[in-house]
């Protein structure tokens, strides 16, 4: 069975204080690794989608990467409006399905 | 990104009705779609998967007579929850893959089902 373990559960940090979230990962071959911003009450908006070991992607303030076992995402510069919950999954090969780990709530105080 | 609606927003219900949920594609079309639940302060957890045309697959613990799911056009899907009962209370989420698209689920906004 898939596993996805995100860390830290929160994280609290001062404007323009950078931080990384991390997500571990156990699966049989990896399709892909997929990066998810919640806000309270609504639905999970994409971020990144990552495929294999050494990509990076990057979004304003944000940048993703990808091992052969964890995810990293990168705020740099935080701003508050940044504060949210971010989500990791993955995607199995042959399979359309995501395995979401506990989600990083990030809070950024101006 | 796609754009994915749901119907209604939040609901409240009597124990024992049947409450049904949209959810549909607006710019895209969507084979498959998806249904998760979230309880408070948790992570999504995938219920079903849905194809165009036939019936959902169900994961495991989930009860298909309970949570009834149609995939009747490439653009909507329902999910029924019959006989609700409290414990039922949570935030349904839909997500939609678009065909020949990338492997990206894009998700709808969320329904708030509270059963009193």
């Known amino acids: 069975e898939d596993q996805v373990t995100q860390s830290p559960e929160a994280l609290r940090l001062q404007e323009g204080e950078s931080s990384s979230l991390n997500c571990s990962y156990t699966?049989?071959?990896?399709?892909?690794l997929f990066w998810y911003r919640q806000d309270p009450g609504k639905g999970p908006e994409f971020l990144f989608t990552?495929?294999?070991a050494g990509e990076e992607k990057e979004k304003e303030r944000l940048k993703a990467t990808l091992t052969k076992k964890e995810s990293f995402l990168h705020i740099t510069a935080p701003k508050p409006e940044d504060s949210a919950t971010y989500l990791c999954?993955?995607?199995?090969?042959?399979?359309?399905?995501?395995?979401f780990g506990a989600g990083t709530t990030v809070t950024v105080r101006a | 990104g796609a754009v994915v609606s749901q119907h209604p927003s939040r609901v409240i219900c009597k124990s024992g009705t049947s409450v049904k949920i949209e959810c549909r594609s607006l710019?895209?079309?969507?084979?498959?779609m998806f249904w998760y639940r979230q309880f408070p302060k948790q992570s999504l957890m995938l219920m079903a998967t849905?194809?165009?045309?036939?019936?959902?697959?169900?994961e495991q613990g989930v009860e298909k007579d309970k949570f009834l799911i149609n995939h009747a056009s490439l653009t909507l899907s329902t999910l029924t929850v019959t006989s609700a009962h409290p414990e039922d209370s949570s935030f349904y989420i839909c997500?939609?893959?678009?065909?020949?698209?990338?492997?990206?689920?894009?998700f709808g906004p969320g329904t708030r089902l509270t059963v009193l």
């Open positions: 999954a993955v995607q199995a090969p042959g399979d359309y399905k995501l395995s």
């Open positions: 699966v049989s071959g990896l399709r892909g």
């Open positions: 990552l495929y294999s």
């Open positions: 710019d895209f079309q969507a084979t498959t």
């Open positions: 849905s194809n165009e045309g036939s019936k959902a697959t169900y």
């Open positions: 997500s939609g893959s678009e065909i020949g698209g990338s492997d990206e689920q894009f």
